[in-house]
Structure formats: structure tokens, C-alpha cells
């Protein structure tokens, strides 16, 4: 493990979740443009496969709304089947939303610029 600095995204983003039978869709919407751009950079469809690896993803992909300042990853066959065939505790995503916000990003260099404004 790294001793660089770390943030979560959910010091930089928000998230949603939910589910399209067995896949599962994850919305990260950046509190600032310049959230947004370095999300872009650092949030790859390898670090979102990698986090979720325990749900056995067979295929991650990503969106990008620049719109919006938002990504969006869709993670296929995650949820054991979908909401009427799985046994899991969350067949239909809704926890994958908050489950993202924990994932551990390096520091940007610029984190003020990336903070929601109170």
C-alpha cells in the first residue's frame, strides 16, 4: 500500500446507483469543473473494475457527460442474476453508489479547486 496522501471521491464527487437487470449503473457527478477533468484522468475503468473485482465484473465501461461533470460506469454482470433471480443483499445496486464514494483516490495536487462550495 502507498503512503502517498489520499482522498475518497466522495470528497470531490457524488454518486448513484442502480440496476438494468444484472448490470449495474453508476453515475459520479464532480462537485467542479476542475473536479470533473482530473476525475476524468484518474477514475479509469481499471480502478472501478479493480474496486468492484469482488463482484466479478465481466466488463466495465465508462461514459463521460462533460455536460454534466459527470462519469458514468456500467458494470456488467454484477448483481448474481438481477433483482428477481439473486440472492445477494443489494440486487438491484443501490448500494454500489455509496460504495464508490469510499474508493480511495490519490490527493490532486489542486484539492481545493475540487471541493463543493458551502
Not at 37 to 64: D, I, M, N, S
Not at 68 to 88: C, D, M, P, T
Not at 111 to 116: D, I, T, V
Amino acid at each position: 500500500m502507498s503512503d502517498a496522501p489520499q482522498i475518497t471521491l466522495s470528497e470531490i464527487a457524488h454518486s448513484r446507483s442502480g440496476d438494468k437487470g444484472n448490470h449495474a449503473n453508476i453515475g459520479v457527478v464532480a462537485h467542479t469543473p476542475a473536479g470533473y477533468e482530473w476525475l476524468c484522468e484518474h477514475l479509469t475503468v481499471e480502478r472501478v473494475a479493480e474496486y468492484f473485482r469482488g463482484l466479478e465484473p465481466t466488463r466495465v465501461e465508462r461514459f463521460e457527460l462533460p455536460r454534466i461533470g459527470a462519469l458514468n460506469f456500467v458494470l456488467y454482470n454484477v448483481l448474481g442474476g438481477g433483482a428477481s433471480l439473486s440472492l445477494r443483499m443489494d440486487t438491484q445496486g443501490k448500494l454500489l453508489g455509496t460504495a464508490i464514494a469510499q474508493l480511495p483516490l490519490p490527493r490532486p495536487e489542486h484539492l481545493s479547486e475540487m471541493l463543493r462550495r458551502v
